[in-house]
């Protein structure tokens, strides 16, 4: 085996393999030719990946693979570590987009003279690209005195063991493109190590983005003082020069990487570098059109006792709880007159009494522009509904405005005929929420530019919307408190949307209350219990009539019809992943629901049995539920969705664990009827279905009625008869 070889483990040999890890354990058991372990432990053994590629190959088991992943093999098994290879191939990936002519020259010697050549390759594009590896500064903004740059020249030793890995990501950047390439292994290497990770989702980058775009001076040069991945950055769409800070060296490292092969801009300057920026700036006299940050939260150790007399507090010192008022401070300091930042807050710093003189004096000096409250699950804390905070650097040539933008996203508006929302990152919808963020900000953004109209009352320059986005004077926001959390002081929706809303939900719940009676049951006759000769669903899986397939897998776009969207007979409210969790194989296919399916919830121990009709047919099946496909010529679907849930059948195919009863459909029983028979069933339980939702919806208006008649009565838009 070559010293250095790159190590692969059983989870990543069966992803190469395209199987699953107990196909790879009995490999192991049955072939005594198998390579033995290089390291690891004893019960997760790590092998040589030239020598795994070998017997694979020997067996024919990897002419199927794709390259993308035989290349995340070698990068996650590099003898350095993920991270180093990862840079060592951005360095590389950028070598073959600038001059592919040159990386061509340099592969075609040995894996020994390639290291070599390559080291003074890639020393002579980075400094091109990112400057000298130390700088002296010239006091204008473009760096400290003896500041290094976020990515170092690799040395031949450190390229050694790398050059197989570079060779493949090159091969994978010809059939993908360099940024793709880099992107895809970047995306593999978070996904893989979440908790280790602070990431900003790509929707709220790019609203983050939009909100220093707009207006008729976008954001030409941009800082991010604490970058993790770049997502801020690599979301902008115009940029000139980007300026980037992370404490973490390999993160400033392949976000310098990640943005020089992003840009689409070749004389975009992208500077980078690594180090705490509250304790030591690497920019100290650079100002900017805007600044982006998704700073630390929370952080008690950001350098209160050291940095007490640093001139960037300008509105207060802030207090040892207060670290992300003293990022705010930071971001300010960094902007040129008029200049806009955008921060990712916790909703805490809108309200705690340690910052409300801080907060007060951003208010007072017009710094503060907006605070808008995100849903839950915009970003991590996923659990807590965080807020940006929009300011605007105060200057000569820049007049304080007398108001606060307030916009409250954090609870979207259902319909009547909806189920409430969960919530959660899987469910937000960016698109809303991006446009219910920026009809609010464009209008207040303009109108501030351009000046109010002449005699314009405090507070009415068009952006107030119940319940979703108000202009506050700032001197109502004044008081001991300086609370700023947009709930706090946005006028509640209209009860109900106002007394014509309420007169049309009472409306429709009449309608819907004739229409449930209508559709009411007649009483049967009754008669013994009927002595059906019986079937189960697994004996008439095995025969042919229906088939049973299970949900929860897959990776793509498209709805999926949840459990819950299953009890609650709604619309497929779920999402499936863009990529997959798992290395523990080939991503497999979701199953579609089709027109005439059944769908059983698999938890619980119910008696819920949904029928898929042409509107949810398509979306993908979730977790936890079960998919019975009958034959149409053997099987009338309603009749087998009217016996499933019988409540005695239920029990009879229910176990029980530990904390949940669990469903086993093949153990569900039915009658051997003549399809004929069965159709006249069916259409019972249809009636049935029918009634069953027309009381749900019922008890949905209701609610809806009475929660609006009490908050009508008691906001005085209803009067009592």
């Keep these: ?121 890639l020393n002579d594009l980075l400094t091109a690209r990112f400057g000298p590896a130390t700088e002296a500064g010239d006091g204008s903004g473009g760096g400290t005195s003896g500041c290094v740059r976020a990515v170092h020249t690799p040395t031949a030793d450190e390229l050694l063991p790398s050059v197989p890995l570079l060779r493949a990501a090159a091969e994978l950047a010809a059939e993908t493109g360099a940024r793709q390439a880099f992107e895809f292994l970047l995306g593999r290497q978070l996904d893989a190590n979440p908790r280790q990770f602070t990431l900003t989702p790509p929707g709220l980058a790019e609203l983050m983005a ?20 770049g997502a801020l950055l690599r979301a902008l769409s115009r940029p000139t020069a980007l300026y980037a800070q992370d404490a973490d060296p390999d993160l400033a490292a392949l976000t310098a990487l990640r943005l020089a092969l992003n840009s689409t801009i070749e004389s975009c ?46 509105y207060g010192f802030p207090a040892r709880t207060e670290s992300e008022l003293a990022w705010v401070q930071h ?81 979207p508006t259902e319909p009547a005929t909806a189920t409430p929302a969960s919530g959660g990152r899987d469910r937000l919808d960016w698109q809303a929420v991006r446009s219910a963020v920026l009809d609010a900000w464009e209008p207040f953004d303009r109108a501030e530019r351009t000046g109010p109209e002449p005699d314009a009352p405090l507070g009415r320059t068009g952006q107030d919307r119940p319940g979703v986005s108000r202009v506050v004077p700032v001197i109502e926001l004044l008081d001991d408190d300086v609370d700023l959390a947009p709930a706090r002081h946005l006028p509640p929706p209209t009860a109900g949307g106002g007394p014509a809303e309420l007169t049309r939900v009472r409306d429709r719940l009449t309608e819907t209350l004739r229409l449930t009676a209508t559709l009411t049951p007649p009483l049967a006759d009754l008669s013994d219990p009927a002595h059906w000769p019986l079937t189960t669903v697994g004996e008439l899986a095995r025969a042919g009539a229906l088939q049973l397939r299970t949900g929860g897998s897959g990776t793509g776009p498209g709805p999926v019809l949840t459990e819950y969207d299953v009890l609650g007979s709604t619309a497929p409210s779920g999402t499936l992943p863009a990529t997959p969790a798992s290395t523990d194989g080939p991503p497999e296919e979701p199953v579609l629901v089709e027109p005439g399916d059944v769908v059983v919830p698999v938890l619980g121990g119910g008696t819920v049995a949904r029928v898929i009709d042409e509107a949810t047919a398509g979306a993908a099946l979730g977790r ?18 009217g016996f499933l849930r019988g409540t005695a059948n239920n029990r009879q195919a229910s176990s029980y664990a530990s904390t949940a009863t669990r469903l086993d459909a093949r153990r569900l029983q039915l009658p051997r009827l003549p399809l004929a028979e069965q159709q006249r069933y069916g259409a019972q339980f249809r009636a049935l279905a029918a009634f069953e939702d027309a009381l749900r919806l019922t008890g949905r208006l209701g609610g809806q009625l009475v929660q609006g008649m009490y908050d009508g009565l008691t906001d005085g838009t209803v009067t009592p008869k």
């Excluded at 909100?211 to 993790?228: F, M, Q």
């Excluded at 650097?393 to 609870?411: F, H, I, M, N, Y």
């Excluded at 936890?624 to 969705?641: E, H, S, T, V, Y």
Aim: hydrophobic share 45%.
């Design 210 to 229: 939009a909100l220093v775009e707009t207006g008729s001076r976008p954001a030409r040069t941009v800082l991010d003082p604490a970058t993790g991945t």
């Design 331 to 411: 971001a300010l300091a960094h902007l040129r007159e008029g200049g806009t930042a955008v921060l990712l807050m916790p909703p805490a710093a809108a309200s705690r009494r340690s910052g409300r003189r801080i907060r007060a004096d951003l208010l007072r000096r017009g710094a503060l522009r907006a605070v808008v409250a995100l849903p839950a699950g915009a970003a991590p804390p996923y659990g807590i509904p965080l807020h940006l905070w929009v300011l605007r650097k105060p200057g000569a040539g820049v007049r304080p405005s007398p108001e606060l933008l307030l916009v409250d996203t954090a609870e």
């Design 1 to 121: 085996m070559p010293e250095n070889s790159t190590e692969v483990t059983a989870a990543g040999i069966a992803r190469l393999a395209g199987v699953g890890r107990a196909a790879v354990s009995n490999w192991r058991r049955r072939h005594a030719d198998f390579p033995k372990p290089v390291g690891g432990t004893e019960t997760s053994p790590s092998f040589a990946l030239p020598e795994v590629e070998q017997w694979l190959r020997d067996q024919g088991k990897l002419a199927e693979v794709p390259l993308r992943e035989r290349v995340w093999q070698q990068l996650a098994g590099h003898p350095a570590g993920a991270v180093p290879a990862l840079v060592h191939t951005g360095c590389a990936l950028l070598l073959v987009r600038d001059r592919p002519t040159a990386w061509l020259e340099i592969t075609a010697v040995s894996d020994g003279r390639m290291a070599t050549v390559l080291h003074l390759a």
């Design 624 to 641: 936890n539920l079960q998919l019975l496909r009958p034959d149409p010529a053997a099987l009338d679907p309603w009749f087998l969705a």
């Design 269 to 314: 300057t992208v500077a980078v570098r690594a180090g705490d920026t509250l304790r030591a700036d690497a920019f100290p006299q650079l100002a900017v059109d805007a600044v982006l940050c998704h700073p630390p939260f929370n952080e008690r150790n950001w350098g209160h006792d050291e940095l007490a007399y640093d001139p960037r507090w300008e």
